[in-house]
Protein backbone atom coordinates (compact mmCIF):
# COMPACT_ATOMS: atom_id res chain seq x y z
CA UNK A 1 0.00 0.00 0.00
CA UNK A 2 1.22 3.32 -0.86
CA UNK A 3 0.65 6.86 0.24
CA UNK A 4 -2.14 9.55 -0.76
CA UNK A 5 -0.28 12.29 -1.63
CA UNK A 6 -1.55 16.09 -1.93
CA UNK A 7 0.23 18.63 -3.96
CA UNK A 8 -0.60 21.95 -2.61
CA UNK A 9 0.20 25.01 -5.40
CA UNK A 10 0.33 22.37 -8.04
CA UNK A 11 0.46 25.22 -10.84
CA UNK A 12 3.32 27.08 -9.79
CA UNK A 13 6.96 26.28 -10.19
CA UNK A 14 7.56 24.61 -7.02
CA UNK A 15 4.54 22.49 -7.15
CA UNK A 16 5.44 21.20 -10.72
CA UNK A 17 8.65 20.07 -10.00
CA UNK A 18 7.27 17.78 -7.16
CA UNK A 19 5.05 16.39 -9.22
CA UNK A 20 8.74 15.42 -11.45
CA UNK A 21 10.37 14.44 -8.82
CA UNK A 22 7.61 12.22 -7.08
CA UNK A 23 7.73 10.54 -10.75
CA UNK A 24 11.39 10.45 -10.81
CA UNK A 25 12.22 8.90 -7.66
CA UNK A 26 8.57 6.72 -7.82
CA UNK A 27 7.67 7.75 -4.90
CA UNK A 28 4.64 4.82 -3.77
CA UNK A 29 1.88 7.07 -4.56
CA UNK A 30 -1.70 5.26 -4.82
CA UNK A 31 -3.65 8.38 -5.16
CA UNK A 32 -2.75 11.83 -5.51
CA UNK A 33 -4.87 15.40 -5.44
CA UNK A 34 -3.34 18.28 -7.24
CA UNK A 35 -4.65 22.14 -5.67
CA UNK A 36 -4.11 25.76 -6.27
CA UNK A 37 -6.44 28.88 -6.42
CA UNK A 38 -9.70 29.19 -7.24
CA UNK A 39 -9.20 30.60 -10.99
CA UNK A 40 -6.78 27.49 -11.90
CA UNK A 41 -9.48 25.28 -11.20
CA UNK A 42 -9.07 22.46 -14.38
CA UNK A 43 -6.06 23.88 -15.65
CA UNK A 44 -3.84 20.19 -16.32
CA UNK A 45 -0.06 19.60 -15.18
CA UNK A 46 2.02 16.62 -15.95
CA UNK A 47 2.81 13.69 -13.51
CA UNK A 48 4.63 11.76 -15.16
CA UNK A 49 2.70 10.05 -18.23
CA UNK A 50 -0.52 11.04 -16.56
CA UNK A 51 -2.27 14.27 -16.80
CA UNK A 52 -4.06 15.38 -13.68
CA UNK A 53 -6.58 18.18 -13.38
CA UNK A 54 -6.42 21.28 -10.42
CA UNK A 55 -8.93 21.22 -8.14
CA UNK A 56 -9.23 24.24 -5.39
CA UNK A 57 -7.55 24.38 -2.48
CA UNK A 58 -10.46 26.31 -1.01
CA UNK A 59 -13.05 23.39 -1.02
CA UNK A 60 -10.40 20.55 -0.51
CA UNK A 61 -11.02 18.30 2.39
CA UNK A 62 -7.85 16.54 3.56
CA UNK A 63 -9.44 14.09 5.68
CA UNK A 64 -7.78 10.46 4.64
CA UNK A 65 -4.97 11.89 2.57
CA UNK A 66 -1.02 10.95 3.94
CA UNK A 67 1.05 13.84 3.47
CA UNK A 68 0.51 17.35 1.62
CA UNK A 69 3.68 19.08 -0.09
CA UNK A 70 2.79 22.75 0.23
CA UNK A 71 3.91 25.31 -2.15
CA UNK A 72 1.79 28.12 -2.01
CA UNK A 73 3.54 31.11 -0.06
CA UNK A 74 2.54 32.38 3.33
CA UNK A 75 -0.34 33.46 3.22
CA UNK A 76 -2.32 30.31 1.83
CA UNK A 77 -0.03 28.00 3.92
CA UNK A 78 -1.06 30.21 7.13
CA UNK A 79 -4.83 29.57 6.16
CA UNK A 80 -4.90 25.84 4.67
CA UNK A 81 -1.49 23.93 6.47
CA UNK A 82 -3.51 23.87 10.26
CA UNK A 83 -6.66 22.48 8.15
CA UNK A 84 -4.51 19.64 6.45
CA UNK A 85 -2.92 19.13 10.27
CA UNK A 86 -5.44 19.26 11.89
CA UNK A 87 -7.17 16.86 9.49
CA UNK A 88 -4.24 14.15 10.25
CA UNK A 89 -2.32 14.28 6.99
CA UNK A 90 1.25 16.30 7.48
CA UNK A 91 2.03 19.35 6.19
CA UNK A 92 5.66 19.45 4.39
CA UNK A 93 5.53 23.20 3.96
CA UNK A 94 8.11 25.27 1.52
CA UNK A 95 7.27 28.61 2.63
CA UNK A 96 8.56 30.31 5.74
CA UNK A 97 5.74 30.41 7.79
CA UNK A 98 6.84 27.19 10.45
CA UNK A 99 10.64 27.56 9.61
CA UNK A 100 11.06 29.16 13.31
CA UNK A 101 8.52 27.72 15.01
CA UNK A 102 10.29 25.48 18.03
CA UNK A 103 7.31 22.73 17.44
CA UNK A 104 7.97 22.13 14.09
CA UNK A 105 11.33 20.95 12.49
CA UNK A 106 13.36 22.59 9.74
CA UNK A 107 14.52 19.67 8.17
CA UNK A 108 17.65 19.12 5.33
CA UNK A 109 17.18 14.84 4.75
CA UNK A 110 21.15 14.61 4.19
CA UNK A 111 22.24 16.74 7.22
CA UNK A 112 19.53 16.18 10.46
CA UNK A 113 16.70 13.59 8.94
CA UNK A 114 16.26 12.38 12.76
CA UNK A 115 14.55 16.29 12.74
CA UNK A 116 11.58 14.60 11.30
CA UNK A 117 10.74 12.71 14.56
CA UNK A 118 9.51 16.12 16.14
CA UNK A 119 7.06 16.49 13.51
CA UNK A 120 3.67 14.98 15.81
CA UNK A 121 3.62 18.32 18.08
CA UNK A 122 1.91 19.92 15.17
CA UNK A 123 1.68 17.05 12.27
CA UNK A 124 3.64 19.86 10.30
CA UNK A 125 7.72 19.59 9.29
CA UNK A 126 9.05 23.04 7.32
CA UNK A 127 11.42 22.67 4.70
CA UNK A 128 14.62 25.55 4.39
CA UNK A 129 14.75 28.43 2.53
CA UNK A 130 16.28 27.69 -0.76
CA UNK A 131 19.83 29.51 -0.40
CA UNK A 132 20.32 27.79 3.15
CA UNK A 133 19.31 24.15 1.54
CA UNK A 134 22.41 24.17 -0.70
CA UNK A 135 24.55 25.93 2.26
CA UNK A 136 23.82 23.30 4.81
CA UNK A 137 24.15 20.17 2.81
CA UNK A 138 28.01 21.64 2.24
CA UNK A 139 28.78 22.77 5.72
CA UNK A 140 27.61 19.77 7.56
CA UNK A 141 30.54 17.20 6.75
CA UNK A 142 32.96 19.96 6.90
CA UNK A 143 31.96 21.00 10.56
CA UNK A 144 31.49 17.10 11.65
CA UNK A 145 35.43 17.30 11.23
CA UNK A 146 36.72 20.68 11.96
CA UNK A 147 33.90 22.68 13.95
CA UNK A 148 32.62 25.54 12.20
CA UNK A 149 33.38 29.00 14.47
CA UNK A 150 31.96 31.35 11.37
CA UNK A 151 30.33 31.70 7.68
CA UNK A 152 30.59 34.29 5.45
CA UNK A 153 28.09 34.28 2.33
CA UNK A 154 27.32 35.94 -0.65
CA UNK A 155 24.50 34.57 -2.90
CA UNK A 156 23.87 34.88 -6.42
CA UNK A 157 19.95 34.16 -6.42
CA UNK A 158 18.25 33.21 -9.68
CA UNK A 159 14.76 35.10 -10.29
CA UNK A 160 13.20 31.32 -10.10
CA UNK A 161 13.33 31.82 -6.00
CA UNK A 162 10.35 34.51 -6.79
CA UNK A 163 7.99 32.41 -8.68
CA UNK A 164 6.83 32.63 -11.60
CA UNK A 165 5.90 36.45 -11.54
CA UNK A 166 10.32 36.85 -11.22
CA UNK A 167 10.95 34.50 -14.36
CA UNK A 168 8.34 36.26 -16.64
CA UNK A 169 9.58 39.44 -15.59
CA UNK A 170 13.72 38.86 -16.87
CA UNK A 171 12.19 37.30 -19.81
CA UNK A 172 10.09 39.97 -20.84
CA UNK A 173 12.26 42.97 -19.61
CA UNK A 174 15.68 40.98 -21.59
CA UNK A 175 13.56 41.52 -24.40
CA UNK A 176 12.21 44.75 -24.19
CA UNK A 177 15.84 46.06 -23.91
CA UNK A 178 15.96 45.18 -27.47
CA UNK A 179 12.91 47.03 -28.43
CA UNK A 180 12.99 50.12 -26.44
CA UNK A 181 9.43 50.80 -27.52
CA UNK A 182 8.33 48.06 -25.50
CA UNK A 183 9.58 49.14 -21.85
CA UNK A 184 9.63 46.63 -18.99
CA UNK A 185 10.16 48.50 -15.81
CA UNK A 186 10.88 46.81 -12.74
CA UNK A 187 7.60 45.21 -10.64
CA UNK A 188 8.49 42.22 -9.04
CA UNK A 189 11.79 43.89 -8.57
CA UNK A 190 12.94 46.73 -6.73
CA UNK A 191 15.03 47.68 -10.19
CA UNK A 192 15.58 46.16 -13.26
CA UNK A 193 16.86 42.91 -13.33
CA UNK A 194 18.09 42.21 -17.20
CA UNK A 195 21.27 42.74 -17.48
CA UNK A 196 21.77 43.73 -13.23
CA UNK A 197 22.25 42.65 -10.38
CA UNK A 198 20.13 43.47 -7.01
CA UNK A 199 21.62 43.31 -3.59
CA UNK A 200 18.10 42.96 -1.92
CA UNK A 201 15.97 39.98 -1.56
CA UNK A 202 12.57 39.95 0.94
CA UNK A 203 12.00 43.38 3.20
CA UNK A 204 14.04 45.07 5.55
CA UNK A 205 15.58 44.05 8.91
CA UNK A 206 15.88 46.80 11.02
CA UNK A 207 19.65 46.09 11.52
CA UNK A 208 20.33 47.28 7.65
CA UNK A 209 20.33 43.04 6.69
CA UNK A 210 17.72 42.03 4.58
CA UNK A 211 15.14 38.67 5.56
CA UNK A 212 16.36 36.68 3.56
CA UNK A 213 19.85 37.13 4.87
CA UNK A 214 18.74 36.76 8.46
CA UNK A 215 16.80 33.22 7.14
CA UNK A 216 20.03 31.81 6.40
CA UNK A 217 21.59 32.93 9.66
CA UNK A 218 18.57 31.42 11.85
CA UNK A 219 18.12 28.39 9.49
CA UNK A 220 21.58 27.27 9.77
CA UNK A 221 21.70 27.48 13.16
CA UNK A 222 18.21 25.82 13.64
CA UNK A 223 19.40 22.71 11.15
CA UNK A 224 23.39 22.06 11.69
CA UNK A 225 24.13 24.02 15.02
CA UNK A 226 23.62 27.28 17.34
CA UNK A 227 26.77 28.20 17.70
CA UNK A 228 27.74 28.49 14.19
CA UNK A 229 27.79 32.11 12.99
CA UNK A 230 26.47 33.37 10.29
CA UNK A 231 26.78 36.54 8.16
CA UNK A 232 25.39 36.86 4.68
CA UNK A 233 24.46 38.97 2.09
CA UNK A 234 21.93 38.23 -0.86
CA UNK A 235 21.77 39.09 -4.41
CA UNK A 236 19.36 38.65 -7.28
CA UNK A 237 21.06 37.73 -10.40
CA UNK A 238 19.71 37.55 -13.65
CA UNK A 239 19.75 33.89 -13.68
CA UNK A 240 16.51 31.97 -14.65
CA UNK A 241 16.97 28.75 -12.65
CA UNK A 242 20.15 28.01 -10.20
CA UNK A 243 21.50 29.57 -7.17
CA UNK A 244 25.11 30.08 -6.32
CA UNK A 245 27.02 30.72 -3.43
CA UNK A 246 30.68 32.03 -2.70
CA UNK A 247 31.19 30.51 1.11
CA UNK A 248 34.05 31.29 3.12
CA UNK A 249 33.87 29.27 6.09
CA UNK A 250 36.53 29.95 9.55
CA UNK A 251 37.20 26.53 12.02
CA UNK A 252 38.36 25.62 15.28
CA UNK A 253 39.95 22.69 13.95
CA UNK A 254 42.57 22.98 10.94
CA UNK A 255 41.18 21.41 7.85
CA UNK A 256 43.46 21.38 4.50
CA UNK A 257 42.29 21.91 1.03
CA UNK A 258 42.99 18.27 -0.19
CA UNK A 259 41.05 16.96 2.83
CA UNK A 260 38.52 19.17 2.55
CA UNK A 261 37.62 17.75 -0.81
CA UNK A 262 37.87 14.49 -0.47
CA UNK A 263 35.31 14.52 2.53
CA UNK A 264 33.34 16.60 0.49
CA UNK A 265 33.14 13.81 -2.17
CA UNK A 266 32.00 11.44 0.26
CA UNK A 267 29.58 14.03 1.32
CA UNK A 268 25.83 13.06 0.72
CA UNK A 269 23.67 15.05 -1.83
CA UNK A 270 26.99 16.40 -3.16
CA UNK A 271 28.94 16.62 -6.52
CA UNK A 272 32.76 18.07 -6.37
CA UNK A 273 33.78 19.17 -9.80
CA UNK A 274 36.79 21.31 -8.68
CA UNK A 275 39.43 21.54 -11.42
CA UNK A 276 41.61 24.18 -11.63
CA UNK A 277 41.46 25.22 -15.35
CA UNK A 278 39.81 26.95 -17.20
CA UNK A 279 35.65 25.73 -17.20
CA UNK A 280 36.40 23.17 -14.31
CA UNK A 281 33.88 24.77 -12.20
CA UNK A 282 30.36 24.81 -12.27
CA UNK A 283 27.86 27.70 -12.81
CA UNK A 284 24.33 27.52 -12.42
CA UNK A 285 23.00 26.59 -15.82
CA UNK A 286 25.36 23.16 -15.80
CA UNK A 287 23.11 22.42 -12.50
CA UNK A 288 19.13 22.95 -13.74
CA UNK A 289 17.16 19.55 -13.25
CA UNK A 290 20.04 17.87 -11.44
CA UNK A 291 19.90 17.00 -8.13
CA UNK A 292 23.25 17.48 -6.50
CA UNK A 293 24.86 20.45 -4.91
CA UNK A 294 27.87 20.83 -6.43
CA UNK A 295 30.76 22.36 -5.12
CA UNK A 296 34.11 23.83 -7.05
CA UNK A 297 37.07 26.40 -6.30
CA UNK A 298 38.06 24.61 -2.71
CA UNK A 299 40.77 26.48 -1.51
CA UNK A 300 42.56 27.70 1.61
CA UNK A 301 41.78 31.26 2.47
CA UNK A 302 45.06 32.29 4.20
CA UNK A 303 44.38 35.23 5.75
CA UNK A 304 43.16 33.50 8.59
CA UNK A 305 43.99 30.80 10.53
CA UNK A 306 41.57 27.53 9.85
CA UNK A 307 40.05 29.29 6.71
CA UNK A 308 38.61 27.38 3.52
CA UNK A 309 36.33 29.11 0.37
CA UNK A 310 34.66 27.65 -1.99
CA UNK A 311 31.71 27.88 -3.97
CA UNK A 312 28.40 26.44 -3.96
CA UNK A 313 25.99 25.54 -6.58
CA UNK A 314 22.57 24.02 -7.37
CA UNK A 315 18.61 23.59 -8.72
CA UNK A 316 16.88 26.24 -6.25
CA UNK A 317 13.89 24.52 -7.64
CA UNK A 318 14.71 21.16 -6.25
CA UNK A 319 17.40 21.27 -3.76
CA UNK A 320 16.31 24.70 -3.01
CA UNK A 321 12.72 23.97 -2.65
CA UNK A 322 10.70 20.77 -4.49
CA UNK A 323 13.63 17.71 -3.94
CA UNK A 324 14.11 18.41 -0.48
CA UNK A 325 10.51 18.48 0.18
CA UNK A 326 10.31 14.91 -1.69
CA UNK A 327 13.25 13.52 0.55
CA UNK A 328 11.55 14.69 3.35
CA UNK A 329 8.52 12.96 2.96
CA UNK A 330 10.49 9.54 1.87
CA UNK A 331 12.37 10.31 5.45
CA UNK A 332 8.88 10.44 7.27
CA UNK A 333 8.19 7.75 5.34
CA UNK A 334 10.82 5.51 5.74
CA UNK A 335 11.01 6.51 9.68
CA UNK A 336 7.46 6.72 10.80
CA UNK A 337 4.84 6.25 8.65
CA UNK A 338 6.22 3.01 6.88
CA UNK A 339 3.64 2.20 3.87
CA UNK A 340 4.71 1.60 0.12
N1 LIG B 1 11.13 29.03 -6.04
C1 LIG B 1 12.02 28.66 -5.11
O1 LIG B 1 13.24 28.56 -5.37
C2 LIG B 1 11.56 28.35 -3.75
C3 LIG B 1 12.46 27.79 -2.87
C4 LIG B 1 12.04 27.51 -1.59
C5 LIG B 1 10.76 27.79 -1.22
N2 LIG B 1 9.89 28.35 -2.11
C6 LIG B 1 8.53 28.62 -1.63
O2 LIG B 1 7.61 27.77 -2.31
C7 LIG B 1 6.36 28.43 -2.44
C8 LIG B 1 5.91 28.43 -3.90
O3 LIG B 1 6.90 29.05 -4.70
P1 LIG B 1 6.83 29.01 -6.30
O4 LIG B 1 8.15 29.49 -6.75
O5 LIG B 1 6.33 27.69 -6.78
O6 LIG B 1 5.69 30.11 -6.60
P2 LIG B 1 4.79 30.29 -7.91
O7 LIG B 1 5.47 29.72 -9.11
O8 LIG B 1 4.41 31.72 -7.95
O9 LIG B 1 3.49 29.38 -7.63
C9 LIG B 1 2.62 29.65 -6.54
C10 LIG B 1 1.59 28.54 -6.43
O10 LIG B 1 0.78 28.78 -5.28
C11 LIG B 1 -0.60 28.81 -5.68
N3 LIG B 1 -1.31 29.75 -4.81
C12 LIG B 1 -0.93 31.00 -4.46
N4 LIG B 1 -1.87 31.54 -3.63
C13 LIG B 1 -2.83 30.63 -3.49
C14 LIG B 1 -4.08 30.59 -2.78
N5 LIG B 1 -4.50 31.63 -2.03
N6 LIG B 1 -4.83 29.48 -2.85
C15 LIG B 1 -4.43 28.43 -3.59
N7 LIG B 1 -3.28 28.40 -4.30
C16 LIG B 1 -2.49 29.49 -4.24
C17 LIG B 1 -0.58 29.24 -7.13
O11 LIG B 1 -1.78 28.85 -7.73
P3 LIG B 1 -2.36 29.69 -9.01
O12 LIG B 1 -1.52 29.27 -10.20
O13 LIG B 1 -3.76 29.22 -9.08
O14 LIG B 1 -2.20 31.14 -8.66
C18 LIG B 1 0.63 28.43 -7.62
O15 LIG B 1 0.26 27.09 -7.82
C19 LIG B 1 6.58 29.82 -1.83
O16 LIG B 1 6.25 29.76 -0.47
C20 LIG B 1 8.06 30.03 -1.95
O17 LIG B 1 8.54 30.94 -1.00
C21 LIG B 1 10.25 28.63 -3.36
Not at 24 to 42: M, N, T, Y
Not at 206 to 223: A, L, N, P, R
Amino acid sequence: MGYKIVVVGATGNVGREMLNILDERQFPVDEIAVLASRKSLGTEVSFGDKTLTTKDLDTFDFTGWDIALFAVGSEATKIYAPKSAAAGCVVIDNSSLYRYDPDVPLVVPEVNPEAVLGYSKKNIIANPNCSTAQMVVALKPLHDRARIKRVVVSTYQSVSGSGKEGIDELWDQTKSIYNPTDDKPAKKFTKQIAFNVIPHIDVFMEDGSTKEEWKMVVETKKIIDPKIKVTATCVRVPVFVGHSEAINIEFEDHLDEDEARDILREAPGIMVIDKREDGGYVSPVECVGDYATFISRIRQDSTIDNGLNLWCVSDNLRKGAALNAVQIAETLGTRVLKKG
